[in-house]
């Protein structure tokens, strides 16, 4: 069987095709041995005449030759399908390993990619009281702040501008922008009154 047309690129299935292939001269070959051994177990080298020279009557000639020219072609194409076989192997493991060097290229650069366009934090949260306006919305320990309201790194100046975008928002949702474990996540907080001190906790 020769190289799958049209240039494309060997598949699991064509291995599979070839190594049917492979199967069935192995069951030929075997066929014709048997054929030979059916003739007084003639194989691949006894002679075919005897002792005066004279074909030998107790076989069938034609049979054997043509066993035997049968064998070493088949012998030949056994050969030739174990090469493809092999390089369809090599071809399947050097494009799963090119695959492999690709995916994990493009999940490096992804994570580069993102590194870079994350933006700079200028506060970090360092605790959140349950139960408490900061804890309902979903704010954990350790999240750095890249916006809180209207506040980012641009234009932040100390906590005072957090508290007075605070102030101003009661019982109104303000949209958070935090950085947690590598990525940006959204926070939607509404600082209100309750039992605890502060609007957020």
């Given amino acids: 069987m020769a190289e799958p047309s049209g240039g494309r690129p060997v598949t699991v299935s064509d291995v599979q095709q070839l ?10 070959i075997k066929a014709c041995y ?15 005449v005897d002792a005066e020279g004279f074909p030998r009557a107790d076989i069938d ?9 049968n064998i070493i072609c088949l012998q030949n194409d056994h050969k030739a399908v174990m090469k493809q076989v092999e390089e369809a192997l090599h071809k399947l493991h050097a494009r799963e390993k090119e695959k492999r060097a690709k995916d994990e290229a493009e999940a490096l650069a992804e994570a580069m990619s993102q590194n870079q366009s994350l933006p700079q934090a200028f506060a970090k949260v360092n605790a959140v009281t349950p139960g408490s306006p900061a804890s309902v919305s979903g704010l954990q320990v350790d999240d750095e702040i890249v916006e809180f309201g209207s506040v980012n790194v641009n234009n932040f100046q100390n906590l005072q501008n957090i508290a007075t975008v605070v102030q101003h ?10 950085i947690r474990g590598g990525r ?3 926070v939607g907080l509404t600082p209100k009154r309750w039992a ?3 609007l957020l906790g």
Avoid at 34 to 48: N, T
Avoid at 61 to 69: D, G, I, K, S, W
């Fill in 19 to 28: 190594v049917r292939r492979k199967d069935e001269i192995e069951a030929q």
């Fill in 34 to 48: 048997e054929l030979l051994e059916g003739q007084k177990g003639v194989g691949m080298h006894e002679p075919l």
């Fill in 61 to 69: 000639l034609y049979q054997v030759r043509t066993a035997r020219h």
């Fill in 169 to 178: 928002s009661e019982g109104r949702p303000l949209s958070v922008t935090v």
């Fill in 184 to 186: 940006r996540v959204h």
């Fill in 196 to 198: 605890g001190k502060g």
